[in-house]
């Protein structure tokens, strides 16, 4: 059973460019939740996905923005990248109509998107 | 002030050593509570949850005290294998289910 899919693994772009990143969540889950982690510091919340809608926005400004596809994988799209959004970006997937509680989250492994 | 707050460490122990964590949290709306493990440069992984009346996973305890919005972790009998970083992580709202985690207590357990 495969877990949560991130892609690309590592990223470099430049000052200005634009990024988008991806996911696909683990069997049966249709939620997708997206963190920025920065260095030394815990993930922080950006958004989550839930029917192809964005559900919950977390302190971000909106050069974040995502989508949902009906297969229920997600991508996250950076415009105007800063040097500070250079960050490991996680994916996290869960079940809406089967929340498990403790066990209701899987995280990716993450894309490392460096800004120069 | 942050929402979930952590010392940041590093906690260095030796081998065998028990070591404690603490962390707050400033949302009483907060629902449930968990501890991640981190190790460098790998997604967080559930380590355990948090329950009001305390528990307990083998060498690691659990506590949560509502009224003061404070949660622990206790380690006993530390590994070098538990070197990694714990977040401190809480869930405010009930129905949407985003996490809030701390910036993480970094471990390093010496031989």
């Known amino acids: 059973d495969a877990g949560v899919t991130q892609s690309p693994t590592h990223l470099i772009k430049t000052r200005g460019q634009q990024v988008t990143l991806r996911c696909s969540p683990k069997?049966?889950?249709?939620?997708v939740s997206w963190y920025q982690q920065a260095l030394g510091q815990g993930p922080q919340f950006i958004f989550q996905?839930?029917?192809?809608?964005?559900?919950q926005r977390g302190n971000f400004p909106d050069r974040f923005s995502g989508h949902q596809f009906p297969n229920y994988s997600s991508e996250l799209n950076v415009n105007a990248l800063l040097l500070g959004d250079s960050a490991l970006y996680l994916c996290?997937?869960?079940?809406?109509?089967?929340?498990?509680?403790?066990?209701?989250?899987?995280f990716g492994s993450g894309t490392r998107l460096t800004v120069v | 002030r942050k929402e979930v707050e952590q010392d940041p460490g590093p906690f260095n122990v030796p081998e065998g050593a028990t070591v404690a964590f603490n962390c707050t949290y400033s949302?009483?709306?907060?629902?449930?509570f968990f501890w991640y493990r981190q190790d460098c440069r790998k997604e967080p992984k559930l380590l355990m949850s948090?329950?009001?009346s305390g528990n307990e996973d083998g060498r690691f305890t659990a506590q949560l005290n509502r009224a003061s919005q404070y949660i622990s972790l206790l380690i006993r009998d530390s590994k070098l294998s538990d070197s990694a970083t714990y977040l401190c992580?809480?869930?405010?709202?009930?129905?949407?289910?985003?996490?809030?985690f701390g910036s993480g207590t970094r471990l390093q357990v010496q031989p």
């Open positions: 996290a997937s869960s079940s809406d109509r089967e929340w498990r509680g403790e066990d209701g989250y899987t």
């Open positions: 069997s049966g889950h249709d939620t």
């Open positions: 996905y839930y029917e192809e809608e964005e559900r």
């Open positions: 949302n009483s709306a907060s629902q449930s």
């Open positions: 948090v329950y009001s």
């Open positions: 992580v809480v869930m405010p709202y009930t129905g949407r289910r985003a996490l809030t």
